[in-house]
């Protein structure tokens, strides 16, 4: 299975555990909506109550953001192709493929580091009480990252 289709099979389901968990706390039907859509704007601005402003300033720091994103994304991917070649070659020698197994780390631990300070940056622009609940939900999904590439605000992959 593609990192791709992992992906987004990830995020269907991340998207109607929210769905679930938001209908059984408020049974509010545009968030259901929303989150149904796979639009993380239209569920954000109904889940938290953001104001037009807000949404786009949100956008706007997404849109900013995605660039950095995108730039992890292919080093983690380009590491791990280069991991998969040697370790497929036969006999091959154990001190590159460690090597390229710390940097690996290394970039997957800078790229959640970065993406938990846009997601602290985008609370920021949240009333207090909202952003830290927002923050609640969205880093415990960090985990999830498979580095495939930066997701829109339709949670779709570049």
């Known amino acids: 299975m593609t990192n791709l289709v992992k992906t987004l099979l990830g995020l269907t389901l991340l998207t109607l555990l929210v769905a679930l968990g938001t209908y059984i706390s408020t ?47 292919e080093k983690i991917q380009s590491i791990r192709n280069s991991l ?39 609370a920021s622009v949240m009333p207090e009480k909202e952003g830290k609940r927002y923050l609640k939900i969205v880093l415990s999904q960090l985990h999830s990252l498979d580095h495939s590439g930066p997701p829109d605000l339709h949670m779709n992959h570049d």
Not at 87 to 102: F, M, N, V
């Open 27 to 73: 049974g509010r039907p545009d968030t259901i909506s929303a989150a149904r859509k796979g639009d993380a704007m239209l569920w954000m601005r109904d889940e938290f109550n953001l104001t037009d402003a807000q949404c786009q300033l949100i956008t706007e720091k997404h849109n900013a953001y995605r660039k950095q994103c995108a730039m992890h994304c």
């Open 84 to 122: 998969k070649d040697l370790q497929s070659t036969p006999g091959h020698d154990a001190a590159p493929i460690t090597a390229l197994e710390a940097e690996l780390k290394a970039w997957e631990s800078e790229c959640l580091h970065s993406v938990e300070g846009h997601l602290r940056d985008v």
